[in-house]
T-cell receptor, first 111, second 110 residues
Framework: EADIYQTPRYLVIGTGKKITLECSQT?????MYWYQQDPGMELHLIHY???????EKGDLSSESTVSRIRTEHFPLTLESARPSHTSQYLC??????????FGPGTRLLVL | GDSVTQMEGPVTLSEEAFLTINCTYT??????LFWYVQYPGEGLQLLLK?????DKGSNKGFEATYRKETTSFHLEKGSVQVSDSAVYFC?????????FGTGTRLLVSP
């Protein structure tokens, strides 16, 4: 059983609000990832981290930002939410080249 | 560049039918290969994996064999159940991150 958590699970928010999606894991994994998932299912990597104080942009350009101050924590922030940010956001982690584990996801709706 | 090609869905089957979901990959080196499953409203879960050529991964009646010569990792199950309805993703270890296919939706009817 993977110990990776995301909060909130669902969020409905108005345009222009600042939001932070939380992701934490208790497995001591060095690598962490954020994906945005279309309604059509495809996964898009938007951010990743190799360890504390390391963050990289992913394959899909995103207006969100991330931080990695602690190994177990990898929050994603949107400074000003827009309807185009409506999506499902999945967090994942893994140790080195080992299996990658996913959190349950956050469904975001921006009105 | 690195990529995964999965058969498009949805794949619609009756209960107890045989399932094949095709997956081929383009990668440098000898990556590890994975199948993940996503049930409605949830994140992705590892279904099975194989780490070297000719390895067979298996779990919950699903199987896939790492075929280096054809760069394939097709998912099979002999008899599907309604509870297998989900989205299935093929993936491999690229440089520092997993490379995913676009997903194949499976719908199993009673």
């Amino acid at each position: 059983e993977a110990d990776i958590y995301q909060t909130p699970r669902y969020l409905v928010i108005g345009t222009g609000k600042k939001i932070t999606l939380e992701c934490s894991q208790t497995m001591g994994h060095d690598k962490m990832y954020w994906y945005q998932q279309d309604p059509g299912m495809e996964l898009h990597l938007i951010h990743y981290s190799y360890g504390v104080n390391s963050t990289e942009k992913g394959d899909l350009s995103s207006e969100s930002t991330v931080s990695r101050i602690r190994t177990e924590h990898f929050p994603l922030t949107l400074e000003s939410a827009r309807p185009s940010h409506t999506s499902q956001y999945l967090c994942a982690s893994r140790l080195g080249p080992e299996t990658q584990y996913f959190g349950p996801g956050t469904r975001l709706l921006v009105l | 560049g690195d990529s995964v090609t999965q058969m498009e869905g949805p794949v619609t089957l009756s209960e107890e039918a045989f399932l094949t979901i095709n997956c081929t990959y383009t990668a440098t080196g000898y990556p590890s290969l994975f199948w993940y499953v996503q049930y409605p409203g949830e994140g992705l879960q590892l279904l099975l994996k194989a780490t070297k050529a000719d390895d067979k991964g298996s779990n919950k009646g699903f199987e896939a064999t790492y075929r280096k010569e054809t760069t394939s990792f097709h998912l099979e199950k002999g008899s599907v159940q309604v509870s297998d309805s989900a989205v299935y993703f093929c993936a491999f270890t690229g440089f520092q991150k997993l490379v995913f296919g676009t997903g194949t939706r499976l719908l199993v009817s009673p």
